[in-house]
């Protein structure tokens, strides 16, 4: 699945989720898939679901976290290409 | 289940359930011939073990996990069965039988639909068990939902939590009653709109673990929305089926499931209330619900889950993630020592002392220690 810095994406709508300590735990009520995002994915999963574009999200974590810009890139679209194979994300319009 | 709560239970469901048991004993002469090979799942009394015989099995396997067993054995003792039941206490997704069966029958039912895990437990056991072709009673069930007006329910189960108790608020807690299933029994006049079917689950064909769907319903009458009204009508057998729907649950008896909202909502004669229902196996379970005037978009708007406020402990709920990692707590670091030493050679004294001597941090009393030893032994030993 392709994924860029351009895109958006939102929750698909059979998802639940639900934050536990600064950390969260997804449900796919339809396939039964449970995921867990540690606390720096909570804070991109809280992020993306304004649907702001990933480079958005990007620039808001990069303020945020000491990381190098290219590898919270890398990271962030790995994420999100993992949410969006489980069905938990859906795939949105560009923001280009 | 306690032995009071089992026996409470079983005399509930053998004595005071309606005409169920004389729909099962109809479809399983139906579904069961002579000779026949039987698996009961979750026979609990071993009440339908019986009927399958009397319809002719020559072998019937009665599975049920819980100390229930004992009652199906008990029962069936007295019965010119008994030679041909073998009880089985375990869970049936456990288990291997020697032989395939010709009939797979079993009351696993809850208010809405099947038991917790229910579907998981009756489609492994018809794909692992069942004679291609073989016969499932029930073979299909199908939910319903109902607006309701349930105002004493509402206040006894939800508004409960409302309250100061010696100057203690409760109202924390009211979050985690308004997003979990209740139990009630609701009669006709407290429905503001005949049950709608939401989906129906076909046993004999379907693998998919979540069932759900969409109705809507038009309000015959004014009144206060206070939630939806779960049940079901299971299909036996060809013209043989049950159910709980208010004001029919004469084939059972069984209360429904009640899914409370936030905010009890008026509605008006006419008003279109749109409800959603989703549930993975009983796991979690999801209701959303819109009301709308007639041609008017929603003006109350509600979505409820079982997932949001259970007050589960963190670890637990991250514990389900399929990519959760798991290591040994110090329990588990316990447990496989004790395990390493389950070989024969030690009794179970010996095996206590060795536990307190080297483990009296994590069990920090004889009665610990003992009670951890006893709970090893029945699962693994």
Redesign the interface.
Same mark, same amino acid.
């Given at each position: 699945m392709d994924v860029t810095l351009a895109d958006r994406v939102t929750v698909h709508p059979?998802v639940?989720c639900?934050e536990?300590?600064g950390?969260t735990?997804?449900?796919h009520?339809?396939?039964?898939?449970?995921?867990?995002l540690d606390a720096v994915g909570t804070r991109a999963w809280n992020l993306l679901v304004q649907e702001l574009t990933l480079a958005e999200v990007c620039a808001v974590m990069l303020d945020e976290f000491d990381v190098a810009a290219h590898v919270l890139q890398d990271d962030l679209t790995a994420l999100v290409r993992d949410l969006c194979e489980k069905h938990l994300l859906v795939p949105g319009r560009s923001g280009a | 289940m306690s032995d009071y709560d089992l026996l409470q239970f079983h005399a509930f469901c053998l004595t005071n359930t309606g005409t169920r048991l004389t729909q099962y004993a109809r479809a399983i002469s139906t579904r069961v011939r002579d000779g026949d090979v039987v698996l009961d799942l979750g026979t609990g009394s071993g009440l339908l073990a019986v009927l399958a015989c009397r319809a002719g099995a020559r072998r019937v396997y009665a599975i049920e996990t819980s100390d229930a067993i004992r009652f199906g054995e008990l029962l069936a003792s007295a019965t010119e069965f008994k030679d041909r039941i073998e009880f089985i206490q375990a869970a049936s997704t456990q288990l291997v039988l020697p032989e395939r069966v010709d009939a797979i029958v079993g009351d696993i039912h809850d208010t809405f639909g099947l038991q917790t895990g229910g579907l998981a437990a009756f489609f492994d056991a018809r794909d692992r068990f069942l004679k291609p072709g073989g016969a499932l009673v029930p073979c299909a069930i199908q939910l319903l939902v109902a607006p309701v007006e349930a105002a004493e329910l509402y206040a006894s189960e939800i508004d409960v939590w409302t309250r100061r108790v010696h100057d203690v608020d409760l109202s924390p807690i009211r979050p985690l009653a308004v997003n979990q299933m209740h139990a009630a029994k609701f009669d006709r006049e407290q429905v503001l709109a005949p049950p709608c079917a939401l989906a129906t689950i076909d046993l004999e064909r379907s693998n998919?673990?979540?069932a759900g769907g969409h109705a809507v319903a038009t309000a015959l009458r004014g009144g206060i929305l206070h939630g939806v009204c779960g049940c079901f009508v299971t299909t036996l057998a060809e013209s043989v089926v049950m159910g709980n729907a208010p004001g029919e649950g004469d084939t059972t008896n069984f209360a429904q499931a009640f899914f409370p909202l936030n905010t009890p909502t008026p509605v008006l004669e006419g008003d279109r209330i749109s409800m959603a229902v989703?549930?993975? /196996?009983g796991?979690?379970t999801?209701w959303r619900l819109d009301v709308a005037r007639p041609g008017a978009s929603p003006h109350a708007r509600f979505d409820h889950?079982t997932?949001?406020d259970l007050p589960l402990p963190?670890r637990t709920?991250?514990r389900?993630?399929? /990519?959760?990692r798991p290591t040994l707590t110090p329990r588990g670091v316990m447990e496989r020592a004790l395990l390493d030493r389950f070989d024969g050679t030690r009794s179970a004294a010996e095996l206590e002392t060795w536990l307190r001597e080297h483990y009296d941090g994590l069990l920090p009393s004889e009665r610990a220690a003992e009670a951890f030893l006893k709970a090893t032994i029945e699962r693994c030993g």
């Open positions: 059979s639940l639900r536990l300590g950390e735990v997804l449900l009520l339809e396939s039964g898939v449970y995921f867990g | 998919v673990l979540h989703d549930t993975y /196996d796991h979690v999801r889950s997932f949001g963190a709920l991250r389900n993630a399929n /990519d959760y």
